[in-house]
């Protein structure tokens, strides 16, 4: 569904929703004081140290520092991106989720799709099971060794041979033609009447990280109607850019995943799992996306790309690498496993067996050796010509790389390969970004950022403090780092003195400034050393300190120009005003 969610949706759906409710009723909560405490469900832990707040609307982990509202936790704890977040909980509060584009997102319609998709899979079960000619695919799975338990945890299907079997069965059942139009399940003829989509073939149901089906995969057996693996068209509720086959099985085998195995198909995700490799999963036809590598990070932090060692394996590997560039950061991992010549992950693990087969995995060629063996091999690293031509290649593709340490290694390891000293890869190196914005300060003012982090926290702590400063401009001329934050927040809470510190948070992830609203919730995350009724007192406090810091700032600005003879009579009288009035401070 396209179209933006507004944000002033995700305000007052955070306004309506209860974080305790939310959390409690997926991890058990106990009530100590103000607030409720439970073992960790993010790591391993005896004693518990994470703490959700009702006031805050907020949850907190002490032990390994996992933060967020509502949305954050159902997108860390069920693996839902922001969007299926905030759709699964409009869903139990009732609401619809409207779109900038005037689009309006129904769960009802969607959910009529998702039950037409489930029938769907019922009818293909069924007819692997009763069908007179359902032998074909039995022997046929038989053939590549899997038993029927294995058969069943995926459940596999059959699409009978006729044009309108699973149409007919449907509609029998009070589906509608639309809805089978819809969900990709029959295909209109132009002369009238339809078709099923799928026609003799095994059939492989496609679920999302819910648990729902929302497409089919099918394997040809024999004949010459259409391609060997057929999937199901794009839907409203499918997206073959985004969905990767046997996710939802691999996080059900295994709720603590490490990491997960990309695969080519549908055949090798399953014939893994028959052997116990149940982390394996595949795309459905298509290049591994950006999409894809953000939906297997929240899951995992370190991806192992299986392909073929072939040229074309290698061909599908770097695109796998190019995609991965603009998200792999410290704390991702990506390796490459390259498979013999003639060995599919089928064939291999019935050779050499679970144990054999991942121990290939762990062995993996790095991100870093990968990128970088491909492409030294490609120039002479024995010349200088070479090595100047390896660094021409590679600078374009590091600068991709989020700033941070990941890149700076990796840079660093472009100038030990090509023999280069590390400035001369300039912007390569630099791990922060510069200050966007210039101090009239030779100096910055000790102490100065500790104070915008207090007004900030005290706001974030206690929203309604936004009342006690009655004209925000105060603050204008200031120049500190995390001024624009603060008064991106004073300018929201002016407008929704209501909203929560957890809906505060998720208003900057919702505007996509991700970076932000994590400083956010670090802020929120953090215990106030302070009593309840002193805060507005160190609010106030730390206001006026600010404005003290402003007013220092443009007296240094004044007096440069006054010593050199350039300042106008009205910055001289500006200048002498804040002399006076400092010496009075």
């Known amino acids: 569904m396209s179209g933006r969610i507004p944000t002033s949706f995700i305000d007052e759906l955070l306004v309506r929703v209860d974080i305790v409710d939310v959390i409690d009723s997926r991890v058990q909560l106990k009530k100590t004081g103000r607030e409720y405490q439970a073992c960790c469900p993010f790591h391993n832990e005896k004693t518990p140290s994470f703490t959700v707040s009702p006031d805050k609307q907020f949850y907190y982990c002490f032990g390994c520092g996992a933060h967020g509202s509502a949305l954050g936790f159902l997108m860390e704890y069920e693996h839902l991106d922001f969007v299926e977040a905030v759709e699964e909980l409009a869903s139990g509060a009732g609401m619809e989720v409207p779109r900038e584009a005037g689009q309006v997102f129904s769960g009802q319609s969607h959910h009529d799709l998702y039950a037409v998709m489930e029938k769907a899979a019922q009818f293909y079960r069924q007819q692997l099971k009763q069908h007179e000619q359902a032998t074909r695919a039995t022997e046929y799975l038989k053939g590549r060794g899997l038993t029927g338990e294995v058969a069943a945890a995926f459940e596999l299907g059959f699409a009978p041979p006729g044009w309108n079997n699973l149409g007919v069965c449907l509609l029998a059942q009070g589906v509608s033609e639309t809805q089978l139009v819809q969900a990709g399940l029959i295909v209109k003829k132009d002369s009238g009447g339809y078709y099923d989509r799928f026609r003799e073939r095994i059939m492989f149901p496609i679920r999302d990280r819910r648990g729902r089906v929302i497409a089919f995969g099918g394997r040809q057996l024999g004949g010459d109607d259409g391609p060997k693996y057929l999937n199901s068209a794009e839907t409203a509720i499918f997206h073959k850019g985004r969905e990767l086959y046997g996710l939802f099985q691999a996080r059900k085998a295994e709720r603590k995943l490490e990491r997960l195995l990309v695969v080519e198909g549908y055949m090798d995700v399953v014939a893994l799992a028959q052997f116990g490799v149940r982390n394996a999963v595949a795309t459905l036809g298509t290049a591994t996306t950006h999409d894809h590598l953000e939906r297997l990070f929240r899951v995992v932090s370190q991806i192992v790309f299986c392909f073929d060692g072939d040229r074309a394996g290698r061909q599908a590997a770097w695109r796998a690498l190019e995609n991965a560039l603009p998200i792999l950061s410290e704390g991702r991992q990506i390796l490459f496993m390259f498979l013999p010549d003639g060995e599919d992950p089928d064939t291999l693990v019935r050779k050499e067996g679970k144990d054999g087969f991942e121990a290939r995995v762990t062995d993996a060629t790095s991100f870093s050796d990968y990128f970088f063996g491909e492409l030294s091999a490609a120039v002479d690293m024995a010349s200088i010509d070479g090595r100047a031509r390896l660094v021409e290649q590679a600078r374009p593709l590091l600068e991709k790389l989020p700033k941070g340490v990941f ?114 919730a670090r802020l929120a995350g953090q215990p106030l050393m302070l009593s309840e009724d002193g805060l507005e007192v160190e609010f106030i406090a730390a206001v006026e300190k600010l404005v003290m810091l402003r007013d220092e700032q443009r007296w240094e600005y004044l007096e440069s120009k006054v010593q050199l003879g350039s300042a106008s009579d009205a910055e001289k009288s500006e200048y002498f005003a804040l002399s006076s009035r400092g010496r009075q401070q």
């Open 407 to 520: 890149r700076h290694m990796m840079a660093a390891r472009l100038a030990e390969i090509a023999k280069v000293d590390v400035s001369a890869l300039g912007g390569l190196m630099t791990t922060r970004r510069s200050s966007s914005r210039a101090s009239f300060r030779a100096t910055p003012v000790k102490g100065a950022p500790s104070l915008m982090r207090t007004v900030i926290q005290l706001l974030l702590h206690r929203p309604a403090l936004i009342a006690c400063i009655d004209d925000w401009s105060i603050l204008q001329g200031l120049e500190q780092p995390g001024l624009p934050l603060l008064q991106g927040l004073v300018e929201l809470l002016q407008q929704s003195p209501q909203l929560s510190c957890g809906a505060i948070v998720e208003h900057w992830r919702a505007q996509g400034r991700s970076e932000e609203a994590g400083h956010l």
